[in-house]
T-cell receptor, first 119, second 107 residues
């Protein structure tokens, strides 16, 4: 069973770039048939899909965030990451990393990391 | 992009009640529809995948149904531990969309 753990700065200044990492344990990123992705949830609001990395490195992203997102996988560290540029108060949220197989029969989420945007 | 409309946004119900939550998608999503439960301060937990397949360990009072563009989550007899927020998720065409959420509160 996979376990995922997000890590990040907690606090980001407006206009700066957010960098988050998700560390995977219990399985290898390079050998498991899973997709790797990010979801966020502003305080008191609903869930928003950010993007997903599919097998072979194909990446699909939320159109509303696409111009600001960079996603990547580092198989040597068993991690995947998210960078979100030009942060504003609207980007303050709990950021979750998640992994699932093609039909969500298997689905694993991290516990989430709260990102605050403030100068 | 596929839009998802979930209803109701909130509801009050009593223990033992039958609860129905609906998600409508703007176009067909095949069987790429899942349901999640989220309790305060915790990550969402997947209850159902592929419209109606129950995740192992999820009580049988939870059920999913639907096809095409209309899908339903039913809780046949609401229990105290079921008070939470529920989200549907469509993951068709490599682009995901969550429903707006339904908060189930105690009446």
């Amino acid at each position: 069973q996979l376990q995922l753990q997000e890590s990040g700065p907690g606090l980001v200044k407006p206009s700066e770039t957010l960098s988050l990492t998700c560390t995977v344990s219990g399985g290898s990123i390079s050998s498991t048939p899973y997709y790797w992705g990010w979801i966020r949830q502003p305080p008191g609001k609903g869930l928003e899909w950010i993007g997903t990395i599919y097998k072979g490195g194909v990446i699909y992203q939320n159109p509303s965030l696409r111009s600001r997102i960079t996603m990547s996988v580092d198989s040597s560290k068993n991690q995947f990451s998210l960078k979100l540029t030009s942060m504003t108060a609207a980007d303050a949220a709990v950021y979750y990393c998640a992994s699932q197989n093609w039909n969500f029969e298997e689905s694993y989420w991290g516990r989430g990391t709260l990102i605050t945007v403030s100068s | 992009d596929i839009q998802v409309t979930q209803s109701p946004s909130a509801m009050s119900a009593s223990v033992g009640d039958r609860v129905t939550i609906t998600c409508r998608t703007s176009q067909g999503v095949s069987s790429d529809l899942a349901w999640f439960q989220q309790k305060p301060g915790t990550a969402p937990k997947r209850l159902i995948y592929s419209i109606s397949s129950l995740q192992s360990g999820v009580p049988s009072r939870f059920g999913g149904s639907g096809s095409g563009t209309e899908f339903t989550l039913t809780i046949s007899s609401l229990q105290p531990e079921d008070f939470a927020t529920y989200y549907c998720l469509q993951h068709n065409s490599h682009s995901w969309t969550f429903g707006q959420g339904t908060k189930v509160e105690i009446k």
